[in-house]
């Protein structure tokens, strides 16, 4: 059974660039697409982007200029660097996994989400 | 970008009857080369990350409930909980991948009356 594992620092300083990885265990990072979600406290969730194992993207337009996504598959991971954050950054993070029949936008499998505060 | 539009915000229904949450997209998320509509639903437990319960509109995943089933076409769906239980107290929420960048709803919170 495939598992994901958000990791990386929970406090963040504002204009610096928020860093996370998702590591994929329980099978292959290989032939899916891996998405990065976020939820501010007491919100809605909000789509970042996708990462195929391959490693085409696709991000979200009003996120583009500042977001990078990229795969390491002889680590079974892939990663998220948020730039120039800001307190409106402040969300818990969630990795997920596009579906069996290729789907990006149907996720399946989702990380326990961490949680990630942007503040002096 | 496609706005998704939940109803009701909120809702309170008595354990054993029938819940119902509708979704509206901005524009149409039927795909007429597969006549798929790119539409799930998820549910979401405090504390928890969200659960895959429905695709392609209409389709539940293996290990859901049959008590949920949900349809819809084009623009206006339904997620419908046939027989409250409990544990289906949560947020659900709608999303479209339709197009670019996928959304979501802003949610619906099920409680117990």
């Known amino acids: 059974q495939v598992q994901l594992q958000e990791s990386g620092p929970g406090l963040v300083k504002p204009s610096e660039t928020l860093s996370l990885t998702c590591t994929v265990s329980?099978?292959?990072?290989?032939?899916?697409?891996w998405s990065w979600i976020r939820q501010p406290p007491g919100k809605g969730l909000e789509w970042i982007g996708y990462?195929?194992?391959?490693?085409?993207?696709n991000y979200k337009p009003s996120l583009k200029s500042r977001v990078t996504i990229s795969v390491d598959t002889s680590k079974n991971q892939f990663s998220l660097k948020l730039s120039s954050v800001t307190a409106a950054d402040t969300a818990v993070y969630y990795c997920?996994?596009?579906?069996?029949?290729?789907?990006?936008?149907?996720?399946?499998?989702w990380g326990q989400g961490t949680t990630v505060t942007v503040s002096s | 970008d496609i706005v998704m539009t939940q109803s009701p915000d909120s809702l309170a229904v008595s354990l054993g009857e029938r819940a119902t949450i509708n979704c509206k997209s901005s524009?149409?998320?039927?795909?007429?080369?597969?006549?798929?509509?790119?539409l799930v639903w998820y549910q979401q437990k405090p504390g928890q990350p969200p659960k895959l319960l429905i695709y392609w509109a209409s389709t539940r995943k293996s290990g859901v409930p049959d008590r949920f089933s949900a349809s819809g076409s084009g623009t206006d769906f339904t997620l419908t909980i046939s027989s409250l239980q409990a544990e289906d107290v949560a947020v659900y929420y709608c999303?479209?991948?339709?197009?670019?960048?996928?959304?979501f709803g802003q949610g619906t919170k099920l409680e117990i009356k």
């Open positions: 990462i195929y194992y391959s490693g085409s993207t």
């Open positions: 329980g099978g292959s990072i290989s032939t899916y697409y």
């Open positions: 997920a996994r596009g579906d069996d029949y290729g789907e990006a936008g149907a996720m399946d499998v």
């Open positions: 999303q479209q991948y339709y197009s670019f960048p996928y959304t």
């Open positions: 524009q149409s998320v039927l795909y007429s080369s597969n006549n798929k509509n790119y």
